[in-house]
């Protein structure tokens, strides 16, 4: 009786030290919420960012990132429902190995396309802020195909090895899809998932990192000629606008996932105490829905920084359309020459 209440109320630790069992009962109700609410909300808002891309031809280069990353981010979310049911059913896995392989490998998928297309975008930025005639000539949106189709072999290759760690295991009647590995291979585990944060998180983030400081070095200095009129100023305020949801994106998602990954990895290989491994396994698995919520923070990112995608989204709003189609063709908003807002008036 009293083994079947510490069934009930923890779970095995998956690390070395067998005789630790880790507290995880908090993560029944708050993966099955938490990845629910991310499912309902980033389902409606990525497939409808990818209806509204689709409508929008020709695109330019940050609406074919954008596309790629609202594209992640949905085949993302329809993997949740799958650890949905695995959490709420209290970490039983009744899908198969393959299944089991492939979510695991969509969530990683997703986390390093978005912060690689979000590098993307943020690069595309800074060059039309601080080398406006080079973005005008260069950069075309064939070119931005071609990087996304890059981005997304990369990551690709670099998660095959992945594919192959993942596994199940049973316990008591139950049967384990780890987001890890077995026991026996988690130090190749560790030594492979950290060149990949290097490479696929670490680099990215420095990139942005000096490009926005060199977008807001570009932006504090006065403006002369045509970019310190109106459309210069709108222009500004949509890169500032795109510095802040990237940013938040980062501090919210990226940044406490890889470093409470980073602790709790450390911590299993170095054989910490039991009480510390509790400590940071409990930070480490409130974390990782954080890294899954950007799928809901993307698509403020093409409102606030995509000027075609807001007057799409505001044409099928009601009351909007008819705001919209007052404008005359000159000064509609998917007119990109900078042209300030003039109203019809109405007939007497």
Known sequence: ???????????????????????????????????????????????????????????????????????????????????????????????????????????????????????????????????????????????????????????????VPNLIFVTTSRRDNDTLCHDTTSQESFDEYVDYSSVVMMLLFGVPFLVIVVCYCLMARALRRPRRGLSSGEQGAASRRKSIKLIVVVLVVFAVSFVPFHVTRTLYYASRVLGFKCEVLNIVNFTYKITRPLASVNSCIDPILYFLAGDHYRSKLLSFLPGKRRTISGLTPSSHPDNNRGISLVFKKPAP
């Open 1 to 159: 009786m009293e083994a079947a209440n510490i069934n009930q109320t923890t779970a095995f630790a998956s690390g070395f030290d067998s005789g630790c069992r880790f507290n995880e009962e908090f993560k029944y109700v708050l993966l099955p919420v938490s990845y629910g609410l991310v499912f309902v909300f980033g389902f409606v808002l990525n497939a409808m960012a990818l209806c509204l891309f689709l409508r929008m031809r020709p695109w330019n280069p940050s609406t074919v990132y954008m596309f790629h990353l609202a594209l992640s981010d949905f085949l993302y979310v329809l993997s949740l429902p799958t650890l949905i049911y695995y959490y709420a059913n209290r970490s039983h896995w009744p899908f198969g190995l393959a299944a089991c392989k492939i979510v695991r490998f969509l969530f990683y998928a997703n986390l390093y396309c978005s912060i690689l297309f979000l590098t993307c975008i943020s690069v595309h930025r800074y060059v039309g802020i601080c080398h406006p005639i080079k973005a005008m000539t260069l950069v075309k949106s064939r070119h931005a195909h071609l990087v996304c189709g890059m981005v997304w072999g990369v990551v690709s290759v670099c998660l």
